[in-house]
């Protein structure tokens, strides 16, 4: 197990993620991801660690005189399904990748083994901050955000501020998702302007569902921060490791200057700058289809009390197989492989404005696990 001794905060960043990346940790199989992280926070000075009843860590660091900002970051301890055990792990200039026994791409897992990486470099080489410190590792993000539903929200309380770290590509900062603001505008607009003043080029954005939204409905303002992975969940998934050290340099900005701003945050609104309410009726499953036409959803019941499917797309949920169909081309695949594609509601937006069909769909994904 590395150490930080003798080593810069660059390279334990590597090194974390590297250890992490081959440490195997589907959802609903974190044993070795919690075993290994409740080790790494007994290493360090924390108020308390403790693992709450489903499994989910949290910890706490009184910093300076404790007085100031409470800031809460976060990260997911499981990867999807199709994340192999035997990978090996290639870093080719800094751009990681997986490879199979057979020679061929692998599920490299840095959804979300980089956000993971990015938190334990943090608390090991502590940023200059006057407040608490909270983290939070969440189980089974991939399917559902169940972890963080399940989590004890008391936790979160007094928080001023949480950051997610498990969002693709480079520079976003993810304020909400689909209909959902997860953070008021001062935060989106404060978060902006740090970026800029510090010669990054983060900016806020709509994204898709993640630990962020599970914290904003217990009233929390929260973001979720690139970590510089792309292609997740797929057979090309890669990461760019200078992109991830960039966030780590955001995430120490923000510890640096929280306290300046924190007084001038809102309450998680309704809608913000970024995410506009939609006035649609939500169904308690995935059964639904967004009508272009009429700009309305049409939930499941009415799906079959028509007796058939709308175009462009459409599914419904039978005996856990969710069935999709653009009354031409039907796709299945059950509820855990559904929640993954829903999850990426950017990719799901494409495919309502495009018309695309699901045959098209198919072709453009098929390098997708299921």
Known sequence: MTTKTDKTQKEFLESKLVELLYLFGTSGKEERIQKYLMKE?????????KMDSY???HTQFTLGSGDGAVLHLN???DTVSGVKEDKKIVNDNGVFTAILPDGKRGILGADDRAGIATILTIINYMPKFDGKLKVSFYREEEIGCVGSTRSDKSFLDDVDLSITFDRRGSSDIV??????PFACNEVGDWLETLSQANGFKYKPVEGGISDAMTVSEHGINAVN????Y???HTYNEYLVFSELY???EFARCIMRDLNKVKYTFTSVPTENKWIKAWDYKKSSSYGGYYDSSTQRWIDEEEILANQGFYAPVAWVEKDEIAVLSDGAYEMHMNLSELDDLIADLTLARNLIDANLSLRDFAEAEKDLPF
């Open 41 to 49: 926070l007994d290493s360090l000075k924390t108020d308390f660690v």
């Open 55 to 57: 499994g989910n860590i």
């Open 75 to 77: 990260s997911h301890m």
């Open 175 to 180: 304020v909400g998702s689909f209909t959902q």
């Open 225 to 228: 921060l690139s970590v510089g």
């Open 230 to 232: 792309y292609n997740e």
């Open 246 to 248: 960039t966030t780590l």
